[in-house]
């Protein structure tokens, strides 16, 4: 296992933490002593992380909580707190894909509006939840999730989600150059084609070929492969890293 250090105690919470980046992230966060906050819809799912977690040694509560409501947002912060004590990391990964890949100018307004609040609004309110109290304790880590498909016009994926996850690489940007004086460090990683277990059970073993050539790399992604990133973006070991965008794309975004 890579140790990464700062994590011994530490209170984190990912957002989207009940499956796929988040859920692993989640377990690699608990493996390197981090009480862990797992949160999201889906309470089964969260239930099987957080035991996940105590399994391997670790420490761990899920909250349900929408990622487009403040108000459930902050309850979710006042769990954490209530629980475990200040939270020190905020992993910023709910989002998602609501839409199937059409022209900008197809899309109906509704289209538009559930890309950009399930993924840029749902990171910005985040961020508004937990961002303050690290600032007025004088440090903490954030991490965001943008997407290849943000840094690429040219990728096959819809407009709206595009544009949106875009928006999360600048909204970090900016955040991280407002709290930077304060001790807090924003960092975003940008994740192509990953093989979570929705892309498992619904990807052909043909098209998994043909997108894993796209890559220099020559394979699909693992959720481990952000996993590993992000921690590494929210550990003492990036003390002096905010503000950037990691591409944990194989490659692709270069190709």
């Not at 988040?22 to 608990?30: D, E, I, K, N, V």
């Not at 304790?137 to 690429?152: C, E, K, L, N, P």
Request: aromatic share 4%; hydrophobic share 45%.
């Amino acid at each position: 296992m890579t140790s990464y250090s700062g994590f011994e105690g530490k209170v984190a919470v990912v957002t989207g933490g009940s499956r796929g980046i988040g859920a692993r992230t989640a377990r690699l966060l608990g493996e390197q002593g981090a009480k862990v906050v797992v949160s999201g819809r889906d309470e089964t799912a969260m239930a099987g992380v957080v035991a996940a977690i105590e399994r391997d040694g670790g420490t761990a509560m899920a909250v349900a909580a929408e990622a487009t409501s403040m108000a459930a947002l902050e309850h979710l912060r006042d769990r954490a707190e209530a629980e475990f004590g200040p939270v020190d990391v905020l992993m910023a990964f709910a989002g998602g894909n609501p839409s199937r890949p059409k022209p900008l100018m197809e899309m109906s307004e509704q289209e538009w509006r559930t890309a950009v609040d399930e993924n840029l609004t749902a990171t910005f309110l985040a961020l508004r939840a937990f961002v303050p109290g690290m600032i007025s304790r004088g440090s903490g880590a954030v991490v965001t999730m943008s997407s290849s498909a943000g840094r690429m016009a040219g990728m096959v994926s819809p407009g709206a989600y595009s544009a949106a996850k875009a928006g999360v690489v600048m909204l970090s940007q900016k955040v991280a150059t407002e709290v930077g004086p304060a001790g807090v460090r924003v960092n975003c990683v940008a994740p192509s084609s990953i093989r979570t277990e929705r892309v498992s059970a619904n990807m052909p073993p043909e098209i998994a070929k043909q997108i894993a050539e796209m890559h220099p790399l020559k394979r699909i992604g693992e959720t481990a492969d952000v996993a590993e990133a992000a921690v590494f973006l929210a550990s003492d070991s990036a003390s002096w890293l905010t503000g950037i965008t990691i591409d944990v794309a194989g490659g692709r975004i270069t190709s």
